[in-house]
């Protein structure tokens, strides 16, 4: 089991570095084309007129690539006030509340939207903007990221088993 679940942490810091190039991309067609509106060093070409809806797109897939990896790390942020005023064991079992409320919603979340993927595709749905593309391009990655946070859901249960009957230290803490 741990090394399935090393090889899926492996698999998440590839889909990390995925959005990390995806914000370098960004970062590069923004300047682009805030530089083409600004100076004309192409004649012709005043900006890039696609460059909002790619950056659009681009920030959808940065935030579905990087929150099962920030999960596994325990980096979403969390009010644990409550946590850490009850008892230890108290904590675990609100911990897995918790874990399993989380599990739920995020099957739920990966079946129906590989529903509308699905659908979108069947349907030939378009998304009609500056540029033309299949709807279900960006509406398929939303199971896939789903379907992960899932599986993580299901990782993270299995750590809190086999740990100390306390609430989890490796989140970030507001509280």
């Known amino acids: 089991m741990q090394a399935i679940e090393?090889?899926?942490?492996?698999?998440?810091?590839?889909?990390?570095?995925?959005?990390?190039?995806?914000?370098?991309?960004m970062t590069l067609m923004i300047c682009a084309d805030v530089l083409l509106r600004n100076v004309r060093v192409v004649p012709g070409l005043a900006g890039l007129a696609w460059a909002n809806e790619i950056s659009e797109a681009m920030l959808f897939l940065v935030t579905l690539l990087t929150a099962p990896w920030l999960l596994r790390r325990g980096q979403h942020i969390r009010v644990d006030i409550v946590l850490r005023a009850v008892p230890p064991r108290v904590g675990w079992f609100f911990e897995w509340a918790v874990d399993l409320l989380g599990l739920g919603c995020c099957a739920i979340i990966a079946w129906y939207s590989a529903r509308a993927a699905l659908a979108?595709?069947?349907?030939?749905?378009?998304?009609?903007?500056?540029?033309?593309?299949?709807?279900?391009w960006l509406l398929s990655v939303l199971p896939v990221a789903f379907a992960c946070l899932t599986l993580e859901m299901l990782f993270r249960m299995r750590r809190l088993w086999l740990a100390e009957r306390a609430p989890r230290d490796d989140a970030v803490s507001t509280g």
């Open 6 to 25: 090393r090889a899926y942490g492996r698999l998440l810091e590839v889909f990390a570095a995925a959005a990390c190039a995806l914000i370098l991309g």
């Open 120 to 136: 979108s595709f069947m349907a030939g749905s378009l998304s009609i903007k500056t540029l033309v593309t299949p709807e279900w």
